[in-house]
């Protein structure tokens, strides 16, 4: 059975209004959730106790409290400090899944502009977080090897802020995003890394072959 080590610390009050907070989301509006998606009876001032260690939620709670935000049970419940999910890790998953449901169909044939390598990032949840592993100093010094990112997907798109974007299906990566009149600009920092030039799309709206996957809104400096 899953259960939680309670200390005086409170440390799992102490996750739960950082992640939460992190969300955007205010007492009433995680409340509201678990009473909608999971047919609980909670009220802010339910979360609230959580958070201040005067009662403890059981394990279910925590499970959906968990889906909710978006963060590991084991985070929550201090078993780890990396609190979001591997974004990598999650559309390797589903890619995997989608693999073996489809055992048997025809492979699509790649195109020039098709890396056969490139991550899927379909399917990845809204307006959540994950974590990304800087894997090369295109960014540096603002970011190194084995910095850790924290992505927010669903982010309105901002001029000069970095993003985690893919292009013709490449492999993610994270870029200033400059706006120009033509063109969207994918700035790297590291000038031993080439920036790309993404022309703007007919309607003058958002470039073809571009998905912005979510804006860096934290990171966490590797140690190495």
């Known amino acids: 059975m899953l259960r939680y080590n309670y200390t005086e610390s409170n440390e ?10 992190a969300a955007g989301m205010t007492l009433q509006d995680l409340s509201n959730a678990l009473n909608q998606e999971y047919g609980t009876h909670a009220n802010k001032g339910t979360i609230s106790k959580y958070e201040n260690g005067i009662h403890e939620p059981n ?4 499970f ?7 963060v590991s049970v084991d985070y929550l419940m201090g078993k780890t400090d990396m609190d979001y999910p591997s974004l990598l890790a999650v559309i390797k998953a589903k ?3 989608a693999e073996q449901a489809g055992q048997g169909a025809p492979a699509a044939a790649a195109t020039p502009e098709t890396d056969e390598t490139a991550e899927d990032t379909a399917g990845l949840q809204a307006s959540a977080n994950y974590s990304f592993d800087v894997e090369d100093n295109s960014m540096s010094p603002h970011y190194r090897i084995g910095d850790v990112l924290i992505i927010r ?15 013709k299906r490449s492999k993610p990566m994270v870029r200033q995003l400059v706006i120009e009149k033509k063109k969207w600009l994918l700035k790297t920092e590291n000038r031993a890394f080439d920036s790309t030039e993404v022309p703007l799309g007919d309607d003058q709206e958002a470039p073809a072959g571009l998905k912005v996957i979510g804006r860096v809104i934290e990171f966490r400096r590797s140690e190495i």
């Open 59 to 62: 394990a279910s709670t925590i």
């Open 12 to 21: 799992l009050g102490k996750r739960l209004r950082r992640v939460r907070k």
């Open 64 to 70: 959906c409290i968990s889906q909710i935000i978006g």
């Open 95 to 97: 890619k995997q899944a």
């Open 153 to 167: 997907t669903d982010m309105p798109i901002v001029d000069g802020q970095i993003y985690l974007v893919q292009y």
